[in-house]
């Protein structure tokens, strides 16, 4: 069992249109973070957040922590060929991260 | 490039024997974290080591030890391989427990 869900597990859209990646625990984190995975790569941190309610924008991605540190979620406007890719959400506690099965995004041109 | 060196980059080796891979972690990071990456478990987390010190231990066999040597660089030693360790193995570091991972390209393991 993840201690951390993603959804959806595949995701496939067309260049130009948005889409929204979801991460649910029932535990509570102190950080939250999203890397990009591309295969055959390691993952690449995008983005840590540590507060609840927090809003992180980078260039067309959005991120948001749920109030209560427990989920979080990943907003692509206008997605490009270029964010293809594994989305992974972890979420930090006793020294450790916690990754999620991550959601596999394809963005057709 | 990362920063994170992993060595060898792929791996086959037949079932039972014993393989070492290794990680030298980015300029100024303490902290080394081992995961296994499969297709049907995710990345599921081994074991940590800071500054020289076992940190936190995660799903790792008992078939499976690391450690991390003075010049910060780690070792993943893994034993008795069986099919089912075929995998990619990614170290990761970070400076503090905490903070972002800066992850390396991985080793493909490949067991026959």
Request: net charge negative.
């Given at each position: 069992?993840?201690?951390l869900?993603?959804?959806?597990?595949?995701?496939?859209?067309?260049?130009?249109?948005?889409?929204t990646v979801y991460c649910n625990s029932s535990s509570v984190f102190s950080s939250l973070q999203w890397?990009?995975?591309?295969?055959?790569?390691?993952?690449?941190?995008l983005v840590t957040v540590v507060t609840g309610g927090e809003v992180k924008k980078l260039?067309?991605l959005t991120f948001q922590f749920g109030d209560a540190r427990k989920d979080s979620s990943l907003h692509?406007?206008?997605?490009?060929?270029?964010?293809?890719?594994?989305?992974?959400c972890a979420g930090g506690h006793?020294?450790?991260?916690?990754?999620?099965?991550?959601?596999?995004?394809?963005?057709?041109? | 490039?990362?920063?994170?060196?992993?060595?060898?980059?792929?791996?086959?080796?037949?079932?039972?024997?014993?393989?070492?891979?290794?990680?030298?972690?980015?300029?100024?990071?303490?902290?080394?974290?081992?995961?296994?990456?499969?297709?049907?478990?995710?990345?599921?987390?081994?074991?940590?080591?800071?500054?020289?010190?076992?940190?936190?231990?995660?799903?790792?066999?008992?078939?499976?030890?690391?450690?991390?040597?003075?010049?910060?660089?780690?070792?993943?030693?893994?034993?008795?391989?069986?099919?089912?360790?075929?995998?990619?193995?990614?170290?990761?570091?970070?400076?503090?427990?905490g903070?972002?991972?800066?992850?390396?390209?991985?080793?493909?393991?490949?067991?026959?």
């Open positions: 069992t993840q201690l869900e993603q959804s959806p597990q595949f995701l496939s859209i067309q260049e130009g249109e948005n889409l890397y990009r995975q591309e295969p055959g790569e390691g993952p690449v941190l260039k067309r692509i406007t206008a997605a490009q060929p270029g964010d293809t890719g594994l989305y992974l006793d020294y450790k991260l916690s990754f999620g099965a991550g959601t596999t995004v394809t963005v057709r041109a | 490039d990362s920063g994170v060196t992993q060595t060898p980059k792929h791996l086959i080796t037949a079932t039972g024997q014993r393989v070492t891979l290794r990680c030298s972690p980015r300029s100024g990071d303490l902290s080394v974290y081992w995961y296994q990456q499969s297709l049907d478990q995710g990345l599921q987390f081994l074991i940590q080591y800071y500054n020289g010190e076992e940190r936190a231990k995660g799903n790792i066999l008992e078939r499976f030890s690391a450690q991390q040597f003075p010049d910060l660089h780690s070792e993943l030693n893994l034993s008795s391989l069986e099919l089912g360790d075929s995998a990619l193995y990614f170290c990761a570091s970070s400076v503090a427990s903070d972002g991972y800066t992850f390396g390209s991985g080793t493909r393991l490949t067991v026959v």
